[in-house]
């Protein structure tokens, strides 16, 4: 009983740190949503060009982002708002042309994203198998499906581009199980903004393979 007791006692505090690094997580995930949708909405009239500057500049700041994590907290939450701004500009003429296409396939790839973060989330988040292995198989199946994407600029496959939606969608879903269940076996609250950025690129990426599944559905 006293081993249970001390058991208790420690565990308690690890539980609070966990459900503490889960809050402000997901806090800074909505933020950087909001963020993104504010420099999607900003950029909605961007050329290509421009989007790929913004891209670039994205990643050169999350990028940075892993260096201002053994420093300053605050710079890295920064650099994370930044980072939520510029890739809402990047892809924002991706987005305005596919709502210029199809506004309800903006809609249906939100409401399947939401749907599909819960429950891959929630699945990661509960499941007590360690599963560092596939997160190293979808890093590789993610190199070859950008390959894929590569080949299929030049190269016409028919069915090609709901082949490549879904493989990415499986692919993404390893990796949001992986990502939540870090949040679950870390409790280090200074890692916060990077699980946030993690999640957050799952989220966008999931989204924009819906978006290219329902937009197709429609044409």
């Known amino acids: 009983?006293?081993?249970?007791?001390?058991?208790?006692?420690?565990?308690?505090?690890?539980?609070?740190?966990?459900?503490?690094?889960?809050?402000?997580?997901?806090g800074y995930v909505a933020a950087t949503a909001a963020l993104f949708a504010l420099g999607a909405w900003l950029g909605r009239n961007l050329t290509g060009g421009v989007g790929i500057v913004a891209f670039i500049a994205a990643f050169a700041v999350l990028i940075g982002m892993r260096f201002a994590a053994r420093r300053s907290?605050?710079?890295?939450?920064?650099l994370l708002?930044?980072?939520?701004?510029?890739?809402?500009?990047?892809?924002?003429?991706t987005v305005a042309y596919y709502g210029?296409?199809?506004?309800?396939?903006?809609?249906?790839?939100?409401?399947a994203t939401a749907l599909f973060i819960a429950g891959f989330g929630a699945a990661g988040y509960a499941t007590r198998r360690d599963l560092t292995v596939i997160a190293r198989v979808c890093f590789?199946?993610?190199?070859?499906?950008?390959?894929?994407?590569?080949?299929?600029?030049?190269?016409?496959?028919?069915?090609?581009?709901?082949?490549?939606?879904?493989?990415?969608l499986v692919i993404f879903a390893g990796f949001v199980l992986f990502d939540f269940q870090r949040l679950?076996?870390?409790?280090?609250?200074?890692?916060?903004?990077?699980?946030?950025?993690?999640?957050?690129?799952?989220?966008?990426?999931v989204f924009l393979f819906f978006l290219q599944i329902f937009s197709n559905q429609e044409q």
Do not use: C, E, K
């Open 1 to 26: 009983m006293t081993d249970s007791l001390t058991y208790q006692q420690t565990d308690t505090p690890a539980r609070g740190q966990v459900h503490g690094l889960f809050a402000q997580t997901m």
């Open 73 to 78: 907290v605050p710079l890295t939450v920064g």
């Open 81 to 93: 708002a930044a980072f939520g701004l510029l890739i809402g500009l990047a892809v924002a003429p």
């Open 100 to 111: 210029s296409m199809d506004p309800r396939a903006l809609w249906q790839a939100g409401g």
């Open 140 to 168: 590789w199946a993610l190199v070859a499906l950008i390959v894929f994407g590569i080949v299929l600029i030049f190269v016409h496959i028919p069915g090609g581009a709901l082949v490549y939606s879904v493989l990415g």
């Open 184 to 205: 679950r076996t870390n409790t280090d609250i200074t890692v916060a903004p990077l699980l946030a950025a993690s999640i957050f690129l799952d989220v966008l990426n």
